[in-house]
């Protein structure tokens, strides 16, 4: 059986035997060695104290096969500040690391449609690795111009690295031997930056009150993944006497992609209220597009991928008492898609249609029991075009798909 643990539980049951540790030297204090946990494995973990504030650590050890570790470190301070009655300053950070080692295992289908036991780790853990680093920072400002109006800021960046590696198996030889293993092992960043400015006020034209946000927003996306393959095939393993003691193959570079995403938006909307029971949402976006990606060494220049549309939203809610609200919506929305379209007898990376949806819907929402107690009955209708599908004759997606969903 495979038994998966957290990081901290890891360090608590090393901690627990520290009862085996030794000195080395018996006239040296500062020079320790402890056994490895045996309910995590074998070997043995040194510390020696060179100086004050200088230590050196030595490891050799084997986790059992059927032992993972996984763990997730967060930090994430944040600070605002008053920088008068009007503004607001809030200045945040975030880290995360998480990891797995190995991340998970795969059972296996025999010739009789048994599965191979969950006990057994199908793969080579030395091969399997999970290791994602997130930093995330940036800033949210509000400034009130007057009691009506107020203008907000926000600006935030992450960048993220991570290390995945994987061996995937792809066929069972007699019910024992897993071979033609896939593996890989890639190196990662991808970079998100996001800029948003708005501006939210309240007025009134006669008796109807409206609250209009304008606003624009930026994005930009980079990734740059780099994958290696190991220039001899990973040996089979043996499910009745697997052998996970393996040399470590030499890998080579197998591929580098980058991508690049960026778009800008602009969007309106007011909400008017005609009356304290009657009141129309109306607004609308339009969203600039485009994806860059280019795989270092093909020889292939890809053509840069560009999109926009507007994509409208309207929607009326109608309360013929404090407790029942009426309502319908229409919206429309927009997504950049890309994928294989054939040409001729090639398969060639083409750009193809953004997928568009469409969405109609009206309900009926109740409040019993002082609000305490709430029912909705609704009717929608979601049609979306240009969905990527697979298509059957080859291996390739297409945008001639649509979907449609009723409820």
Partial sequence: ??????????????????NTRQN??????????????????????????????????IESYQRHDNLIIQGMTTIAPSITWKLGDRTELNLYYEYIHWFANPPRSFVTVKSDGSLTPRSLYTGYPDFYLFDIYNHKIGYTLKHELT???QIRNNVA????????????????????????????????TENNYFGQIDLLGKFNTGSISHQLLVGFDIKRNVGDFIGTRPVTNVPRLDILNPNYDIPRPEFVPNFRNLNTIQSYGVYLQDQIAFSDNLKLLI???YDW???????????TDEPVQKDSAFSPWIGLVYQPSKTVSLYASYSRSFLQT????????????????????????????????????????AAYQLTKTNVLTADLAAIFLSDRGATESRD
């Fill in 1 to 18: 059986m495979t038994i998966t643990i957290s990081a901290q539980a890891h360090q608590e049951v090393f901690e627990e035997a520290d």
């Fill in 24 to 57: 080395n030297d018996p006239d040296d204090e500062l020079d320790v060695t402890c056994k490895y946990p045996q309910a995590l494995g074998e070997g043995y973990h040194r510390r020696v104290e060179l100086r004050q504030s200088l230590v050196l650590e």
């Fill in 147 to 149: 009691d009506n109006w």
């Fill in 157 to 188: 960046v992450t960048l993220t690295s991570y290390t995945q590696n994987e061996s995937y198996l792809s066929n069972i030889v007699d019910d024992r031997f897993l071979t033609d293993y896939d593996t890989l092992e890639t190196d990662n």
């Fill in 283 to 285: 607004g609308g976006r």
């Fill in 289 to 299: 597009v485009s994806n860059e990606a280019e795989t270092i060494g093909n020889g």
């Fill in 338 to 377: 890309t994928g294989f379209n054939p040409e001729g007898s090639n398969l060639v990376l083409s750009a193809v249609e953004p997928t568009r949806g469409t969405q109609y819907e009206v309900g009926v929402k109740t409040d019993f029991l002082d609000g305490k107690l709430s029912a909705t009955l």
